[in-house]
């Protein structure tokens, strides 16, 4: 069975162009958002408004949610006018957001009780791949619920994987959050290193690119760190919020984790000058501050 009408929470960054990206692929979508004007927007573009999530989930056999953090995921769906109040037996919900594994688990428990599946389906790609529909797409929860709403996340995404039961779609974010930090810290150092040896950073860059220290962070960020683009694609504040994830549950599993326990440290320090709202590719300031050698070029 293949869902046509999706209820869609959260319209940021991400959350707006992937409901957008639904509406594109034929789903009727009915949207909620905190910021009312964001909402109208989407209407103005072919979705129906809801004024709450409890309303939205009465009328969505599948309701997706994209938030901030875990309170904002326990509120949305459980809180008072919340998803878990209006949403039929044998619909689904699928958070979208990155939160904690141990309380997806905790919220997937209650909504069953309720005899309503969930999957946890967390993304990588930033803000270009919501555009694009490309996203990474790393999913939890039952394997015939995972089918049942596949069309429904191929339309914002492209690498499409079920990792397991409940939990473990956030747990593989948090993996992803681990590789991306230690591969911008080594991106970071690396320009650093070229920048005070005196190497052309662009002909070093396109000289690595191709062999084995490839990766997206180098491609895509290492230009705009020489650029001094700060601009966020991804907020250092919401990347803390995922190492802050991350070492929660590093703790939780008794897993040391030095070197994201150092780039977490970093990143603190850039929150505390003011960096937050920046990209993570400000990481390099961090890194200056430490070294006295500026990259690139620029203020």
């Known amino acids: 069975m293949m869902e046509k009408r999706v ?42 408004k809801a004024d709450s999530p409890k309303e939205l989930a009465k009328e969505s056999p599948v309701v997706i949610t994209i938030v901030s953090d875990t309170p904002d995921v326990e509120s949305v769906i459980l ?29 997937a428990a209650r909504l069953r009780e309720k005899r309503v599946p969930m999957l946890d389906a967390p993304v990588s790609g930033g803000e270009q791949g919501a555009v694009n529909g490309t996203l990474s797409i790393m999913v939890g929860g039952d394997a015939k619920i995972f089918k049942r709403c596949q069309a429904i996340l191929e339309a914002m995404g492209k690498n499409i994987i079920h990792v397991g039961s409940n939990g473990m779609g956030q747990t593989v974010k948090l993996v992803n959050q681990i590789l991306v930090a230690g591969t911008l810290n080594a991106v970071v150092e690396a320009l650093v290193f070229a920048q005070k040896s005196g190497v052309d950073l662009e002909k070093a860059i396109d000289a690595v690119k191709g062999g084995a220290a490839a990766s997206w962070q180098l491609t895509n960020l290492a230009p705009r760190i020489i650029r001094r683009d700060f601009q966020p694609g991804f907020m250092i504040d919401l990347m803390q919020k995922d190492l802050n994830l991350v ?18 440290q970093m990143y603190y320090s850039l929150q505390s000058a003011g960096e937050g709202k920046s990209g993570t590719q400000a990481l390099v300031k961090a890194m200056e501050h430490l070294t006295g050698v500026k990259v690139g070029q620029g203020k």
């Open 79 to 107: 809180g008072e006018n919340g998803i878990i109040e209006g949403i039929k037996a044998g619909s689904v919900v699928i958070d979208m957001s990155t939160i904690s594994p141990q309380a997806t688990q905790k919220i």
């Open 247 to 264: 070492m929660g549950a590093a703790e939780a599993v008794k897993t040391p984790l030095p070197v994201t326990s150092f780039i977490h």
């Open 7 to 48: 209820g869609f929470i959260g319209l940021g960054i991400m959350g707006m162009p992937m409901a957008r990206n639904l509406i594109k692929a034929g789903f009727e979508v009915v949207v909620y958002n905190r910021t009312a004007s964001k909402a109208e927007q989407m209407v103005s573009e072919g979705a129906k």
